[in-house]
């Protein structure tokens, strides 16, 4: 600015007088006064000019004796270079959140992590475990970052007397584990991967033993859309579990849940693999776990119906612990009351369905999924009937209780641990494996 003023008053007072001291020698000595000639080199430190090669600036200078010299700047963000500013977020990750990295840029950069599943997001890069524990580095546009894999949290179990309680002091079943917890804020989605067998009753051709059923067969088409009328059930009652089919067999055909026996492949692909076809005399079959653990031998339900609303969702939610609860029964109180039906194997309070006559049904006459009532819901405490589209029920407009029934809530609070039975994220086998017998499981029909 400085500069700028200065050159204004001279170009104004160049008629008077010389400017910037480099006085003109040629008119010293000159006896007979003429018109000098008005030669005024540019101060020292003037710039005379400013061009781009490249991203790489160049300023000539003048050098006050009447030459220039030049200046070049590289990666000059006047002449469009973009620096690359990277910031660690967060530093921890495991199998569920990411390590977060912030990258801001306007141009392509590169990076190479030493570990894990990196997935590049709008705002940089996410990482998640692939179970590599420890520190890692990575290294964005030549420098190094470092990120760290841990165990996820856990909601560890208290004993208390002979009772065990989970670390919110809800009742837990008497042999479950502690499992994966982020919360009660959390509402991550996780995926769940279910693998389907058909009974080969209704195949034509090609029914080995564990060949896939084509995906233009009329079978798979069905069992695809019903994973999806699930998926968006689950989303319309704050079930935080995406389905998703890891792969659908012929198997020749069985007759009940213990003669049910899906090939290896199957069951090491998925978290739970589903027998669609014979669940002996009944609609359908379940073991329901008293503990869900990572790598847990994979749950195999069976029944009558295809993927989809109904018998399929009623026995993945055995399958995942729920039991089948209450009827008619408004004052329903764990530890007073006895259920009129089998109560769920992991959350003794609420991991089980309701239904009841209108008005004390989950929402008006509405029962839940896992009761033998409409099945029009998930019970859920925080959500509302009228939401929903119901009428209020015995909690009210809540779709749910956490002293009664609350099928969504035990459903997420199961769902990390559970996603883990096959882990998707990782190629290393879990070396620790748990001893299992039947104790483990209780059977349920229907
Ligand atoms: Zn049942």
Redesign the pocket.
Same mark, same amino acid.
């Given at each position: 600015m400085t500069k700028i003023i200065k050159i204004l008053i001279c170009a104004s007072l160049l008629s008077l007088i010389n400017c910037g001291g480099t006085a003109d020698s040629s008119s010293s000595g000159a006896t007979t006064p003429t018109n000098p000639p008005l030669v005024t080199n540019p101060e020292s430190g003037t710039i005379l000019s400013t061009q781009c090669d490249g991203t790489t600036q160049i300023v000539e200078v003048a050098d006050g004796q009447g030459g220039t010299t030049f200046e070049s700047t590289e990666n000059s963000e006047e002449c469009g270079y973009q620096p690359v500013l990277i910031n660690v977020v967060r530093r921890q990750a495991d199998y569920f959140k990411p390590a977060i990295i912030k990258v801001e840029s306007n141009r392509e950069w590169v990076y190479e992590a030493q570990a894990g599943n990196v997935t590049e997001t709008d705002t940089g890069l996410e990482i998640t475990s692939d179970g590599q524990l420890g520190v890692h580095s990575i290294i964005i546009e030549g420098e190094e970052f470092e990120y760290e894999f841990v165990e996820p949290p856990l909601c560890q179990h208290v004993t208390s007397g002979y009772d065990k309680f989970d670390c919110l002091g809800y009742p837990v079943g008497g042999n479950a584990s502690s499992m994966i917890y982020y919360g009660e804020e959390d509402t991550q989605v996780v995926t769940i991967e279910v693998g389907v067998a058909r009974s080969t009753t209704y195949c034509d051709t090609d029914c080995a033993d564990g060949t896939p059923v084509p995906q233009d067969n009329f079978n798979r088409i069905s069992a695809v859309k019903g994973i999806q009328e699930l998926n968006e059930f689950n989303q319309r009652n704050n079930v935080y579990i995406r389905f998703e089919l890891t792969e659908m067999v012929w198997l020749a055909t069985w007759y009940d849940l213990y003669s049910f026996g899906p090939p290896p492949f199957l069951t090491e692909m998925s978290d739970v693999v589903y027998g669609w076809g014979g669940s002996g005399s009944v609609g359908?079959q379940a073991l329901m776990p008293r503990s869900i653990y990572p790598a847990m031998r994979t749950p195999t339900p069976v029944g009558r119906n295809g993927p989809g609303l109904g018998t399929f969702a *009623?026995e993945i939610g055995?399958a995942m612990g729920l039991g *089948?609860g209450v009827w008619g029964m408004p004052d329903w109180q764990y530890g007073v009351t006895d259920l009129l039906q089998q109560g769920g194997s992991l959350f003794p309070q609420f991991g089980h369905g309701w239904d009841g006559a209108s008005p004390r049904g989950a929402c008006g006459p509405q029962g839940s999924v896992m009761s033998y009532g409409s099945g029009a819901l998930w019970t859920n405490s925080l959500n509302s009937c009228e939401e929903l589209g119901f009428s209020a029920g015995n909690w009210g407009d809540a779709a749910g209780s956490r002293l009664q029934s609350d099928e969504a809530y035990h459903l997420n609070r199961v769902r990390y641990s559970y996603s883990l039975i096959h882990n998707e994220h990782s190629d290393t086998e879990y070396s620790l494996k748990v001893e299992e017998d039947e104790n483990y499981y209780i059977l349920?029909n229907?």
């Open positions: 359908g *009623h055995h *089948h349920v229907d």
